[in-house]
């Protein structure tokens, strides 16, 4: 089993073994998240569903992350990244939200940005944010989120949840 499956089959355990839901907000990855999580049986006791916003009309119609918002500190930003995860969090109103933005490989009109993701992780009381730098083609680069995307969600539910 590779390690992504593994941190998988931890968070499944303990979504399940907690009584907790999910529901994530993804752009780069496109849904690949979800898929993931959908992928185990009884998935369904904890996943609650998703947005893809992959265009920024998404993000701002769909999850209200305001325009101001993408403008001043552009899509891919730790700005962006919140304001996804709090936009799913009342969507869905799960207990916890996941948020991915980010580029997943260098083109002419990312003007020169590196490849990189933000990871936003929300509950109502609780937040955190972290950005990784991403150095492999795209489908590697979106196989590495969605495990930087897990291992924070693991962790996450593990300080906030069980620990307290």
Known sequence: ????????????????????????????????????????????????????????????KILRVPHDKIKKHGAVSREVAISMASGVLKIINSDIAISVTGIMEKSDDQSGKNTQVFISIKSLKNEDIFHFSLDGNRDANREKTVYHAFCCLYDFINKHYLLS
Do not use: Q, R, W
């Not at 529901?23 to 947005?51: M, P, V, W």
């Open 1 to 60: 089993m590779n390690k992504t499956l593994e941190k998988l089959k931890k968070i499944h355990d303990l979504c399940i073994n907690n009584n907790l839901t999910i529901s994530t907000a993804e752009s780069c990855t496109g849904g690949y998240i979800a898929k993931y999580l959908t992928d185990n049986t009884n998935s369904s006791h904890y996943f609650k569903g998703s947005i893809i916003a992959y265009s920024n009309e998404v993000k701002t």
